[in-house]
């Protein structure tokens, strides 16, 4: 089974080469096909969603005990690198403290990637700027939940 994935990415690798003229990264052809963290929480504690003109979108949940990240997910039907971006995001964000998920910016995202192409790096950007939505979604109602049911979030 592990040789039939390595030869499927061998295989997506040459095609992406020779069709886009552009090589990607092992870690963003596995983020992109098999996201471990792809999927959503219902009634999440933090909820963002960013899309942008060409089509490139994330929305991402947060499940968050005592200002900790327990669970992030996230969702999108885009391109590979939109998704590899997703997933490395919400893998960089479960375990941190709140504050401390600030940090993960475009340009760490992109490095636990193993560098996206250049026409590529807008995902990266989607996706920190979707994970600091929820976070501050979070944040805006950590003391106040119940009013997440009137602001209209959290309703997936």
Not at 31 to 58: F, M, T, W
Request: hydrophobic share 40%; glycine share 8%; net charge negative.
């Amino acid at each position: 089974m592990k040789d039939e994935w390595q030869e499927t990415v061998a295989r997506l690798k040459r095609h992406l080469l020779e069709q886009e003229g552009v090589e990607y990264p092992d870690q963003v052809i596995y983020n992109g096909l098999a996201p471990s963290h792809r999927g959503s929480i219902e009634k999440p504690q933090g909820y963002g969603e960013v899309s942008r003109s060409c089509g490139d979108g994330i929305i991402f949940f947060l499940r968050i005990h005592q200002d900790k990240i327990i669970r992030a997910r996230f969702f999108s039907a885009g391109c590979l690198a939109i998704v590899a971006s997703g997933n490395a995001a919400a893998v960089m964000a479960e375990g941190k403290d709140v504050y401390e998920a600030f940090d993960i910016d475009a340009p760490a995202i992109s490095a636990a990637l193993g560098g996206l192409p250049a026409k590529e790096d807008h995902c990266a950007e989607v996706a920190s700027e979707v994970l600091r939505q929820a976070l501050r979604d979070y944040l805006s109602c950590r003391h106040e939940p119940w009013k997440k049911a009137y602001l209209g979030k959290g309703k997936i």
